[in-house]
T-cell receptor, first 115, second 112 residues
């Protein structure tokens, strides 16, 4: 149980285009989802926290207009990287937390490459 | 504010030797502590966690960690390293705001 999927697993896009990444909790309802980015050989940095049905809370330094997060249902959150640039190339990982639990379950990650 | 440090960005051990990965945390509230493993180009897998109760926590793949409040530490150990243990290991602490803060990670290499 407690499986989180991400789609796509990898994506290449051209500079200036937008990319949407999906994060789904497959067998539980996720009231809260978290989005992280990870640069090569570095740790995970929390970008934002999203609660179902409400606006996401972004960490300091993360541009909310560039990284659009939607958490429209208890099983789906999306991250849209708008007007992507090469510096946005990174590994994006989501995690989901269910109702009445402290534990987060992580997705497999999405590798974004902007050319 | 909570934070996590991991001493040693890279650790090498011989196959069959003891694995010791160090983690120290700071937290203003009783911490929830975690160890995760990440293989190349993959997500995170939970190895073990400490919430309350017994301070020696056993996890998957033969790993264990001991919560020492007096030392604010949560070091990860495994008695005998296996080649398949080579990966990146992250210590993490759950904050009072319900976020998980990760340490910088330790890359473990296992020498045959």
């Amino acid at each position: 149980g407690a499986v989180v999927s991400q789609h796509p697993s990898w994506v290449i896009c051209k500079s200036g285009t937008s990319v949407k990444i999906e994060c789904r909790s497959l067998d539980f309802q996720a009231t809260t989802m978290f989005w992280y980015r990870q640069f090569p050989k570095q740790s995970l940095m929390l970008m934002a926290t999203s609660n179902e049905g409400s606006k996401a809370t972004y960490e300091q330094g993360v541009e909310k207009d560039k990284f659009l997060i939607n958490h429209a249902s208890l099983t789906l959150s999306t991250l849209t990287v708008t007007s992507a640039h090469p510096e946005d190339s990174s590994f994006y990982i989501c995690s989901a937390r269910g109702i009445s639990t402290y534990e987060q379950y992580f997705g497999p990650g999405t590798r974004l490459t902007v050319t | 504010a909570q934070s996590v440090t991991q001493l040693g960005s890279h650790v090498s051990v011989s196959e069959g030797a003891l694995v010791l990965l160090r983690c120290n945390y700071s937290s203003s509230v009783p911490p929830y502590l975690f160890w995760y493993v990440q293989y190349p180009n993959q997500g995170l897998q939970l190895l073990l966690k400490y919430t309350t109760g017994a301070t020696l926590v056993k996890g998957i793949n033969g790993f264990e960690a001991e919560f020492k409040k007096s030392e604010t530490s949560f070091h990860l150990t495994k008695p005998s390293a296996h080649m398949s243990d080579a990966a990146e290991y992250f210590c993490a602490v759950k904050t009072s705001y319900d976020k998980v803060i990760f340490g910088p990670g330790t890359s473990l290499s296992v020498i045959p």
